[in-house]
C-alpha cells in the first residue's frame, strides 16, 4: 500500500519539469498533505493503482512533441484500473517558440489517460498566455486540461500559478471525496 494518498509523476529530459513537480509537492506539504514523487522511467505503472490523487507532469518538445519516457508506456495508460482516482495534469512548453503546439503533450497524456475512467480536477484557465493552438485545451478553449507552465516565457509566474493551482486542487480534491 502507498504511504501517501497522493504521487506526483513527472516525465523529464532537462530537470525542468522535475522541478515544477517539486515545487507542487512542497504547496501540498504546506497543506498538510504528504505526496510521493517519481520519475516515470522509475516506476512500475500497476503503482499508479495505489493512489487516490495522480499528478502527472509532462514537457512538450518542439513542435509537440511527447517527452520519451512517457511515450514509452503512453500505450500502456489506458488500461489502468484509475475508476477512483482522480486526476491532476501540469504541462511545460514555451508559448511563443512553439505557440501551435503550446503543452500538446498535456493533451497526448489526457488523451491517452480516458479510458481509465479516472477523474480529472485542476483545468487551468488559458488566460494570461499567448500561443496560436494547442492540444491541452478543452473544448471551451478557456481552459487546458491542467495547469500550463512556461519555464522559458513566463518563468516569473510560475511560482504563483503553482500556488493558486495546488489551492484549487485541494478544493477540488475536498468536492471529489464529500
Given at each position: 500500500?502507498?504511504?501517501?494518498s497522493i504521487a506526483l509523476i513527472y516525465g523529464t529530459?532537462?530537470?525542468n519539469t522535475e522541478e515544477v513537480g517539486h515545487k507542487i509537492a512542497k504547496q501540498w506539504e504546506d497543506l498538510g498533505e504528504?505526496?510521493?514523487?517519481?520519475?516515470?522511467k522509475?516506476?512500475?505503472?500497476?503503482?499508479?493503482?495505489?493512489?487516490?490523487?495522480?499528478?502527472?507532469?509532462?514537457?512538450?518538445?518542439?513542435?509537440?512533441?511527447i517527452q520519451s519516457d512517457w511515450e514509452d508506456i503512453g500505450d500502456n495508460l489506458g488500461e489502468l484500473a484509475l475508476g477512483d482516482t482522480a486526476i491532476a495534469l501540469y504541462g511545460l512548453g514555451?508559448?511563443?517558440?512553439?505557440?501551435?503546439y503550446f503543452v500538446d503533450a498535456m493533451g497526448w497524456?489526457?488523451?491517452k489517460l480516458l479510458p481509465t475512467?479516472?477523474?480529472?480536477?485542476?483545468?487551468?484557465?488559458?488566460?494570461?498566455y499567448d500561443f496560436e493552438a494547442s492540444r491541452a485545451c478543452v473544448h471551451d478553449k478557456e481552459n487546458f486540461i491542467g495547469l500550463a507552465i512556461d519555464e522559458d516565457q513566463q518563468f516569473e509566474l510560475t511560482d504563483a500559478r503553482i500556488e493558486q493551482w495546488v489551492i484549487q486542487l485541494y478544493a477540488e480534491r475536498a468536492v471529489e471525496a464529500a
Open positions: 500500500m502507498a504511504q501517501s529530459d532537462t530537470n504528504t505526496v510521493d514523487i517519481f520519475n516515470i522509475d516506476i512500475e505503472l500497476s503503482q499508479l493503482e495505489q493512489y487516490s490523487l495522480l499528478i502527472l507532469g509532462i514537457p512538450t518538445w518542439d513542435f509537440g512533441g514555451d508559448q511563443f517558440g512553439y505557440g501551435d497524456l489526457y488523451e475512467s479516472a477523474t480529472f480536477i485542476g483545468q487551468w484557465p488559458t488566460e494570461g
